[in-house]
């Protein structure tokens, strides 16, 4: 089975709430607070994991979370931050944001990780909140919610030459003659039903990695046939080798394939359509095909392609392609799908509100995480903790956006789980 694509559910830890505690001892009648900071969340890692192949562990997991940070503890003491959860995917891994369809990262490199989801910050203990007029703080900070996303997985095969063409037109054969690669081999359309990779060794010592894409028919680019599907793996490759039955045993013509097969590659992705590409004219062995070689040599060289007519059932030309294809990999550049530009700007932290008010029925609702936040890190049944409280929506401007709402003394205001009546 090859699963080429998942959708999974990933949250990082919350970091662990600051503790309030005091000091005591035998003969010190009133300590000073000493309660300790909350400990950092678990951040999701993705790692790509060389013996991985497809996403079909996925299948069967689909939610994975991070452990929470410990919250503090008496005498000053931090809480432990939480391990990171690692998950392991396929080289060749692209994590998109659900919600955004932003590339959160693109795993290419063998041991090659990034941060998907960051762990949340432990609060802080009540002693940072003691002041000069403030001595005995009885409130401390909640830790951090820990990010969380539903990502896409989508695996895009690495390989550094891809053979594309119609179906049946010998690219399985190919491989497994240049290759130690074994795809199935049959005498009918869309044997091949999942991108097939195989090494080829040059005497020089040298080496590069060729795929055999499922084939492509007329559409594909609309998802006739195997569709995008399948499309979406021939992207990473440098280098095309664009297949062509120059024998046309199946009564069709060489050059309309070849042009035919062009145009999905261009209408999927321009980018694509401008790789280089040379051309293996096969079943050059058949007759009949010496006659197609020469005018469909001619109109393919004048369009600026070069064609190698082989036989990948009797392997002539193919190690004089195969040597051609290892020089000119030597002079091209990496394959990149997603520019780093792109890529910083995922990392970035997105500006939010930090609260947001509405009505339910004759209620105020305040919402947001940072109010969540607040609430959570307030002591109500503390004079001190409670007028923090009042300070800090006063500043942030939630007393502000109630009176610009109407709010009227005597109504009732709701934050998280509390509800007061406000008063000017």
Known sequence: MFIDSAKIYIKAGDGGNGKVSFHREKYVAAG??????????????????????????FRYKRKFKAENGENGGSA??????????????????IVRDETTGRVLADLTKPGQSAVIAKGGKGGAGNQHFATPTRQVPNFAKSGDPGEEYWVLLEVKSIA????????NVGKSTILSMVSA???????????TLEPNLGVVR????SSFVIADIPGLIEGAHQGVGLGHEFLKHVERTKLLVHVVDIAGTEGREPLKDFEIINDELKQYNPVLASRPQVVAANKIDVPGAEENLKAFTDAVVAKGYRVFPISAATNKGLRELMFVLGEML???????????????????AEEEKPFEIHKDGGVFVVEGKWIKKLVGSTNFGDYESLQYFQRAIKKKGVVDALEGMGINEGDTVRVGNFEFDYVR
């Open 181 to 191: 690669a074994r795809p199935k081999i049959a005498d009918y359309h869309f044997t």
């Open 160 to 167: 550094d030459v891809g053979l594309v063409g119609y179906p």
């Open 76 to 93: 000053n003491c931090t809480g432990r931050s939480s391990d990171d959860l690692i998950i392991k995917v396929p080289q060749g891994t």
């Open 202 to 205: 040059l005497d020089k010592g």
């Open 330 to 348: 030597d002079n091209l550049p990496e394959t990149v799908l997603h520019d780093e530009a792109e890529d910083e700007v995922v990392y970035k």
């Open 32 to 57: 000073g607070p000493d309660g300790g900071d909350g400990g950092r969340g678990g951040d999701v890692i993705f790692v790509v994991d060389e013996g991985m192949r497809t996403l079909v562990d």
